[in-house]
């Protein structure tokens, strides 16, 4: 059971906007700062959002995030096809002195 | 561009010790930190611990009396080594890049996030 709670799954029509939770604790996100990782098919995951809601180089601005006490989202607007992947969520946790994970959300285009 | 890649046997018998090394190419292994994380089949990302390249190491608690991280800096490479293995360590390894990340940008010296990975090794435990 991973300390960081995300929904197994959700899903969306192209053009549309989805929201992924991700709910963590006093120690996880309620201290530090949420990152998000996008894993397509098959391949490595691969670096999305940091810092709760800023891009790296390359990432559209169709993907944003955003944390409020101990939970965080991630957004995605104008949804496309190519965005069907996993999506998890990750924080620094102060109690267990470890980098933590969400278990993960499979995001389905419809 | 800084490369990751894992290289290891992707076949080790129950008991025995998986031994994975990750060499890091496009890039300096120093004043970075450097993460192994696995990913069960059909299951999510686990952390299992960071080396500096100082050599200064810190581990999941789950894993952390049986794994040990080591860097060696001549070669830019780092290694994994997880002692007494079952079918539940069977999983895709990873290595990747830690980063400290401030509101505006990341860079070296912090483990906030992983900002690049290699491509995953896939390692089986079974006799």
């Known amino acids: 059971q991973s300390v960081l709670t995300q929904p197994p799954s959700t899903s969306g029509t192209p053009g549309q906007r989805v929201t992924i939770s991700c709910s963590g604790g006093s120690s996880s996100i309620g201290r530090n700062t949420v990152h998000w990782y996008q894993q397509l098919p098959g391949t490595a995951p691969k670096f999305l959002i940091y810092s709760n809601n800023q891009r790296p180089s390359g990432v559209p601005d169709r993907f944003s995030g955003s944390k409020s006490g101990t939970s965080a989202s991630l957004a995605i607007s104008g949804l496309q096809a190519e965005d069907e992947a996993d999506y998890y969520c990750?924080?620094?946790?102060?109690?267990?002195?470890?980098?933590?994970f969400g278990g993960g959300t499979k995001l389905t285009v419809l | 561009q800084v490369q990751l890649r894992e290289s290891g046997p992707g076949l080790v018998k129950p008991s025995e010790t998986l031994s994975l090394t990750c060499t890091v190419s496009g890039g300096s292994i120093s004043n970075y930190f450097w993460s192994w994380i696995r990913q069960p089949p059909g299951k999510g990302l686990e952390w299992i611990g960071y080396?500096?390249?100082?050599?200064?190491?810190n581990y999941n608690p789950s894993l952390k009396s049986r794994v040990s991280i080591s860097v060696d800096t001549s070669k830019n490479q780092f290694s994994l080594r997880l002692r007494s293995v079952t079918a539940a360590d069977t999983a895709v390894y990873y290595c990747?890049?830690?980063?400290?990340?401030?509101?505006?940008?990341?860079?070296?010296?912090?483990?906030?996030?992983?900002?690049?990975w290699g491509q995953g090794t896939m390692v089986t435990v079974s006799s």
């Open positions: 990747a890049r830690a980063v400290y990340c401030s509101n505006t940008a990341c860079s070296a010296g912090g483990i906030d996030a992983f900002d690049i």
């Open positions: 080396v500096y390249d100082s050599g200064s190491t």
């Open positions: 990750a924080t620094w946790d102060d109690s267990l002195n470890a980098v933590v």
